[in-house]
Each structure stands twice: as C-alpha cells, then as structure tokens.
C-alpha cells in the first residue's frame, strides 16, 4: 500500500499560478503512473493530467492542456501539478493516485488507480 499527501492547495486569484506536491511513501513510487484528478461538490471526479512511470510522458484534461504541468521526481517520491493562468472554474479540491499502469491514455480514467491522497482545496477567485 502506498500513502499519498497532497500539499501546496490555497486561495488565489484568477490568472494566479499555485503548485501542488504529492508525496509517496512505499518503494514502488517510480513503478508507476501518477494522476491527478479533481472533484467539486455534486460533481463527479474529474481527470486533470497524468504522468506516466519515467515521466517521459503526460496526459492532459483538455480544459487545463497549456495551463497546467505535471511532473515527477522519482528520486523524492514527488509527484507535482503546476498550475498557471488559474480560472475560478478550476476551484475544486485535487486528488493526486497511483495508476497501476505505467502509462496509457487509459490513464484518464480514474478506476485505473488503486491508491488516492486525502485531498487539497485550490480556491480561485474571480
């Protein structure tokens, strides 16, 4: 089992940029690919980006490709999502998972992950 924490949520302004971390625990981080998804209440979860299990390769929600960047250091156990150019429909709290693949475009479906993080709240005001 691998434990997952978000960090890096807050309020900002629209057109601000926030950046996200996700740190792993466990020895099997860089075996796999790394998502992030959001939700907001009464909404569904939502796909944002994913990266695969070197890094070589991301996926991105057409609603954040060019604003958001996600990235990882296998050597931190860290997973990031750096987001520019924030747009208050992009409120919501972020969960970053572990996919039990390694990379795909299957990767944009949230039953491909078996490991999720608590959560962080990105607040964008208008």
């Known amino acids: 089992q691998v434990q997952l924490v978000e960090s890096g949520g807050g309020l900002v302004q629209a057109g601000g940029s926030l950046r996200l971390s996700c740190a792993a625990s466990?020895?099997?981080?860089?075996?796999?690919?790394m998502g992030w998804f959001r939700q907001t209440p009464g909404k569904e979860r939502e796909f944002v980006a994913a990266?695969?299990?070197?890094?070589?390769?991301?996926y991105y929600a057409d609603s954040v490709k060019g604003r958001f960047t996600i990235s990882r250091d296998n050597a931190k156990n860290t997973v990031y999502l750096q987001m520019n150019s924030l747009k208050p429909e992009d409120t919501a709290v972020y969960y970053c998972?572990?996919?039990?693949?390694?990379?795909?475009?299957?990767?944009?479906?949230?039953?491909?992950?078996?490991?999720w993080g608590q959560g962080t709240q990105v607040t964008v005001s208008s």
């Open positions: 466990g020895r099997t981080f860089s075996s796999y690919a």
């Open positions: 990266v695969s299990w070197r890094g070589g390769t991301t």
């Open positions: 998972a572990r996919s039990g693949l390694y990379s795909g475009t299957l990767l944009q479906r949230g039953d491909t992950y078996d490991n």
